[in-house]
């Protein structure tokens, strides 16, 4: 059953949209490989992920990374930051922007990260799609309701530094954002999201609803 919803001057209503997606296992088997500051991640299984989803599905442009790693060389670190997705070459690999050069993955995961701002910009045809020179990330979703399955929550960085990574944003910090939780998984809620604000995978297989009024 939808929400009712009554037209007011000014705003704009967006299609509910969904996403069924999890934490990415990637365990010990899983490598990290980098040239020209283009990193290669492959995952252990398939993972998912896709720019193209079926409709009313949310498409898959950022990531954040849980776990650990070691021998990282370069500037950085993987674990806590959220990277723009750069291409999906394959079912179990995706690429990133990094200035970490080599990095042993000892039990890396894959956390799927949806950031309304950008998606209510990419619903209206306003924003400029991922590139190498644009950074379609700012902003505000004015309202945002959530019924989150267990697979997601939605969390704010409190110190404003959680913006995605890639070639126009630079370095990769050596320090991850601090990041705070808005609502838990498993609840529902009407949020007001800012730049760096974003729902994240978080846990077990279930189905999380997005409807943005902006």
């Not at 919803?5 to 296992?25: H, M, N, R, W």
């Not at 846990?203 to 902006?214: E, P, R, W």
Request: proline share 6%.
């Amino acid at each position: 059953m939808s929400d009712l919803k009554i037209a007011v001057g000014g705003l704009d209503y967006f299609t509910e949209q969904s996403t069924t997606q999890f934490v990415i296992p990637a365990g010990a088997g899983a490598t990290f490989s980098a040239a020209n500051n283009i990193a290669t991640i492959t995952f252990n299984a398939a993972h998912g992920l896709t720019f193209s989803p079926s409709a009313n599905v949310l498409p898959n442009y950022f990531i954040k990374f849980g776990g650990s790693t070691s021998g990282l060389t370069g500037t950085g670190i993987l674990v806590g930051n959220v990277f723009r997705i750069l291409s999906i070459p394959t079912t179990t690999s995706i690429t990133i922007y990094t200035t970490i050069t080599a990095a042993t993955v000892t039990s890396l995961t894959g956390i799927p990260v949806f950031y309304p701002v950008f998606q209510s910009a990419l619903l209206s045809s306003s924003a400029n799609l991922p590139s190498a020179t644009t950074i379609p990330y700012f902003g505000t979703a004015q309202c945002v309701n959530l019924t989150l399955g267990a697979n997601c929550v939605a969390s704010y960085n409190s110190d404003n530094t959680g913006y995605p990574l890639d070639a126009t944003t630079g370095a990769t910090p050596a320090t991850a954002p601090t990041v705070r939780t808005m609502l838990a998984a498993s609840a529902s809620g009407q949020l007001r999201f800012g730049p760096y604000d974003y729902i994240a995978a978080s846990g077990t297989t279930a189905t999380s609803y997005l409807s943005i009024v902006a």
